[in-house]
T-cell receptor, first 114, second 112 residues
Framework: ETGVTQSPTHLIKTRGQQVTLRCSSQ?????VSWYQQALGQGPQFIFQ???????GRGNFPPRFSGLQFPNYSSELNVNALELDDSALYLC?????????????FGPGTRLLVL | GEDVEQSLFLSVREGDSSVINCTYT??????LYWYKQEPGAGLQLLTY?????DMKQDQRLTVLLNKKDKHLSLRIADTQTGDSAIYFC????????????FGKGTKLSVKP
């Protein structure tokens, strides 16, 4: 069974740029959720994708967008980067429709915005 | 609004028991979770408890849930130096599995 993988592991961008982060879900999972974890904080829910559609969104502006592909992998796109976007971005996969939809997390992508 | 609160630090001696506490606000949460995060790493699921249970035991881990007081605890028996990490409590907001609400995490330090 393959776990959740994310790429890249680290990324440095400058303010105003755009970034794309990628996530491959655990085999057998059909749902991907994205979280932002600022330094010293708990993860905050950005959004979730199920069947290639956004299925719930947290308190993040529209410049945070995403995609899910037919193989259930996912991308997180952030436009017009701001300094406060510097954080660890975590992807979690789960199986929707099951009795218990536990989310399994990847190792994260650490983004630094200068 | 929804909120999950945890104490920020806990220090114990190797071999002792550790108890990490958490309070949550959403009474409709179906499941409550404990995740572990080691430095520079993602989140590792430790255990979870269904909201109609009072207790769940899994090897060295015991989870206690007091639904009336919205209080959750994680007890680690025979704590080892490898247990040093940040522990996050999370609730599934609004009964949905999609949106996990996390606390700020409790940093557990285990002294030899």
């Amino acid at each position: 069974e393959t776990g959740v993988t994310q790429s890249p592991t680290h990324l440095i961008k400058t303010r105003g740029q755009q970034v794309t982060l990628r996530c491959s879900s655990q085999s057998g999972h059909n749902t991907v959720s994205w979280y932002q974890q600022a330094l010293g904080q708990g993860p905050q829910f950005i959004f979730q994708y199920y069947r290639e559609e956004e299925n719930g969104r947290g308190n993040f502006p529209p410049r945070f967008s995403g995609l899910q592909f037919p193989n259930y992998s996912s991308e997180l796109n952030v436009n017009a980067l701001e300094l406060d976007d510097s954080a660890l971005y975590l992807c979690a996969s789960s199986l929707a429709g099951g009795r218990q939809e536990t989310q399994y997390f990847g190792p994260g992508t650490r983004l630094l915005v200068l | 609004g929804e909120d999950v609160e945890q104490s920020l630090f806990l220090s114990v001696r190797e071999g002792d028991s550790s108890v990490i506490n958490c309070t949550y606000t959403d009474s409709s949460s179906t499941y409550l979770y404990w995740y572990k995060q080691e430095p520079g790493a993602g989140l590792q699921l430790l255990t979870y408890i269904f909201s109609n249970m009072d207790m769940k035991q899994d090897q060295r881990l015991t989870v206690l849930l007091n639904k009336k007081d919205k209080h959750l605890s994680l007890r680690i028996a025979d704590t080892q130096t490898g247990d040093s990490a940040i522990y996050f409590c999370a609730e599934s907001f609004g009964g949905s599995q999609g949106n996990l609400i996390f606390g700020k995490g409790t940093k557990l330090s285990v002294k030899p």
